[in-house]
């Protein structure tokens, strides 16, 4: 079975800095997708951004971009200037080409410092 | 275009009373999931419909927990009787196409509803 691993339960940032939060995962499979998602407190999760993994090129969506290293099972998300309203719990995911559940893992609290 | 919807946001009962969730799409949304999110971990799928199919419930307990989406629209989650480690945020989500669309079919995840067992 697929496993993902955040090991950063919580980073803190300065605003206007850069953070990077950490996601390894366990897979078999050679074609999946990775994705990033932000839940803030009391809020509803969103999609912050996703990687395909027959996609060598790292996704990037304004401030966000990932770092993808398939062969070291490694997804890291660097946020860049980063802002108040980026604090949250952010979770990495992973779903197979199948296109069955997502597996997430357990999460990484990110605190705005001002 | 408006999002999930869930209904109640909290919830505390008493353990062994019964208790039911509402969840309402985004709308022509084929793929509608419930997640079940235990403080300090991830959210965990219990149930995913393609209309008003049962595709995946493989993690959901049976004797307690169900689930129904009558007409491929709006669902219903039900815990009866309940225990305390039933305490967490169940999420319900939305995807426009059949899961097996990829990464192009994004999950759009509602507020959640908040049960405390007590």
């Known amino acids: 079975a697929q496993t993902v691993t955040q090991s950063q339960p919580e980073m803190s940032v300065q605003e206007a800095e850069t953070v990077t939060l950490s996601c390894t995962y366990d897979t078999s499979e050679s074609d999946y997708y990775l994705f990033w998602y932000k839940q803030p407190p009391s809020r509803q999760m969103i999609l912050v951004i996703r990687q395909e993994a027959y996609k060598q090129q790292n996704a990037t969506e304004n401030r966000f971009s990932v770092n993808f290293q398939k062969a070291a099972k490694s997804f890291s998300l660097k946020i860049s200037d980063s802002q108040l309203g980026d604090a949250a719990m952010y979770f990495c995911?992973?779903?197979?080409?199948?296109?069955?559940?997502?597996?997430f893992g357990a999460g990484t609290i990110l605190r705005v410092k001002s | 275009e408006a999002g999930v919807a869930q209904s109640p946001r909290y919830k505390i009962i008493e353990k062994r009373q019964s208790v039911a969730f509402w969840c309402n799409p985004i709308?022509?949304?084929?793929?509608l999931y419930w997640y079940q999110q235990i403080l300090g971990q991830g959210p965990k799928l219990l149930i995913q419909?393609?209309?008003?199919?049962?595709?995946?419930d493989s993690q959901l307990p049976k004797d307690r927990f169900s689930a129904e989406r009558l007409k491929g629209v709006d669902s219903t989650l039900k815990i009866q009787p309940a225990k305390l480690e039933d305490s967490a945020v169940y999420l319900c989500?939305?995807?426009?196409?059949?899961?097996?669309?990829?990464?192009?079919?994004?999950?759009?995840f509602g507020p959640g509803t908040r049960l405390t067992v007590l």
């Open positions: 995911a992973y779903k197979d080409e199948y296109g069955n559940k997502l597996v």
């Open positions: 709308s022509g949304h084929a793929t």
């Open positions: 419909f393609q209309n008003n199919g049962v595709v995946d």
């Open positions: 989500a939305s995807s426009l196409v059949r899961a097996s669309g990829g990464a192009r079919d994004t999950q759009y």
